[in-house]
């Protein structure tokens, strides 16, 4: 509407000032679509809560900040990023205080952590090197009945002259030469635009789950000013997902 709008009204003398503002609402609105999506939210019943955290902090008085903000959250399964980080140190340390009060374990796979009550069968750093990091995690969930669950965390290299399909490719040759067992969810620090292409060279059977399930604003960089959603997550089509947020 906009551009058939700005367009029309271009045409007029008085108008030629309104083609501008006409592309720039067009801009505006197909980048809202991208990062928000409003509507209903769909039942959940007693869903498995997961959550990403990217750990990564300046100063140890928002890594304060994070865990302040964690501690008012619920869920079920963590997995944190970048645990090095002042937050990271203080997770490091000890989780004295679960989401329901009690003491949770911690499984580390490199510069990835996850905490969660329920069992994990695997956590191992797969690839550290090439700018790419990959942790894996296997565990086991209460869905459908039971079933094991395989999640990649990644982090990617933030460097915009570094090629996205190159490195995205070569990912999926290394995952390929390592055989590792096909993802269930991919989360992590990913430094990708929402709907990159690249993203489905790595992972071509893979959904976005903001896709599937969005709800809400889900833009993360810039940190103050978000504009553009880097932080996502990958889902299987057969893994029922009720609802994704950022």
Known sequence: VAAVVGGSIGRRRWGRGVV????????VVAGEHLVTRWGWPKACGDPIRIIHWNATSPSPDEAGEQRA????????VLVVSNDASLFGRWFAHRWE???????????RAGPFA???AHRVLESRLAIASGGIWL???RIELPVEGGREVTIHVLDLPSDPGISRRDLLT???RRLDDLQLPAPDLVMGDLNLDAGSRSLATAYPKLEPAFDVAGEGYA???PRDWPLWQTDQMMVAPDLPI????F
Do not use: H, K
């Open 20 to 27: 501008p503002a006409g592309a720039v609402l067009l801009v």
């Open 69 to 76: 903000d964690l501690a008012g959250r619920e869920w079920d």
């Open 97 to 107: 205080d679960g989401p329901r009060g009690e003491a949770w374990p911690i499984r």
């Open 114 to 116: 996850m905490v969660t």
């Open 135 to 137: 942790g894996v995690f």
């Open 170 to 172: 070569d990912l999926r």
């Open 219 to 221: 833009a993360s960089y």
């Open 242 to 245: 009720c609802r994704y947020r």
